[in-house]
């Protein structure tokens, strides 16, 4: 008997194999790299002076202030920002899936900060923020750290509401019509089908547009760059930003430093993301 030819596996080199050449060079190689030149002196990659071990990422921790400041900063920032973008676009999500009229005009305007650019987004909020704040205060947002807190908070909310309300709607729209009608027959309120039923049905939602709340909020560095640059004096530095500050705007002595910091960001990122995905995903299980 003549097997058939399965054109998904015969095919599967020609189509995978650019991409994979594509990922090796510009992703996995520069990473291995980065990482090996952490625990080295260099000025560029191609003038290593020497090995130094674990001094890079002593410094980082030991010699560094700013560092600790920056990771404490983004820590809180990333909490508030999960928090307060997953209830918004939930709420939004709600709100536009019980057939309102003007539902889709009103989809497509919340999701359109999405598509601007983080530079862009940061310096329309600092001339707006601004705006505000020195006809009210006398103030701009380089006055005092909560400012720039919160007006960071504000432009990610408005930059990844509606992307996570699509996530949520489409979420929401998976339910099925039958479950919830049966749930208002047996006499359940609105606010115990949103808990009993709509909440964990849409778990694996909840899941993706946390993951994605989380890296948006911790990687933060062109929206922080254009709105505060971290004033004043660094309190509103993130760790992209200051990762960036102590490669290009200190001496070579540094750059193996600034590399350090890099991979620990890449660490956290990846721990705190493997943890809450972790999480969410025993929770979709439970439900």
């Not at 890296?215 to 660094?234: C, I």
Request: proline fraction near 3%; aromatic fraction near 16%; charged fraction near 15%.
């Amino acid at each position: 008997m003549k097997k058939e030819n399965n054109p998904v596996k015969k095919y599967f080199p020609v189509f995978v194999l650019p991409t994979l050449i594509c990922f090796t060079l510009f992703f996995l190689i520069p990473f291995i790299m980065g990482i090996v030149l952490s625990f080295t002196n260099f000025t560029t990659v191609t003038d290593v002076r020497g090995f130094v071990g674990f001094k890079n990422y002593i410094k980082a921790f030991t010699a560094d202030s700013e560092f600790m400041h920056a990771l404490g900063f983004t820590s809180l920032f990333t909490v508030v920002s999960i928090i307060t973008v997953n209830v918004f676009a939930f709420a939004l999500a709600l709100l536009l899936t019980k057939g309102l009229k003007g539902t889709n005009f009103f989809r497509s305007v919340f999701f359109m900060p999405n598509l601007i650019g983080g530079i862009v987004l940061g310096y329309v909020w600092n001339l707006l923020i601004n705006g505000f704040l020195l006809k009210f205060f006398g103030e701009d947002i380089s006055f005092r750290t909560e400012y720039g807190f919160w007006g960071l908070v504000v432009l990610t909310n408005w930059q990844l509401i509606g992307y996570m309300m699509v996530i949520y709607i489409a979420g929401l729209q998976n339910i099925p019509d039958d479950m919830i009608e049966a749930a208002q027959i047996d006499g359940a309120s609105p606010l115990k089908t949103l808990f009993k039923i709509k909440i964990p049905m849409v778990m694996p939602s909840i899941t993706i547009c946390m993951f994605l709340t989380l890296s948006n909020s911790f990687k933060m560095f062109d929206q922080n760059l254009a709105l505060t640059a971290g004033a004043p004096e660094k309190s509103t530095e993130m760790l992209a930003l200051n990762i960036y500050q102590t490669f290009y705007n200190r001496n070579a002595n540094w750059h193996g430093v600034a590399q350090a910091k890099a991979t620990i960001f890449f660490i956290i990122v990846a721990l705190i993301a493997f943890l809450q995905l972790k999480l969410t995903n025993r929770k979709e299980i439970e439900s």
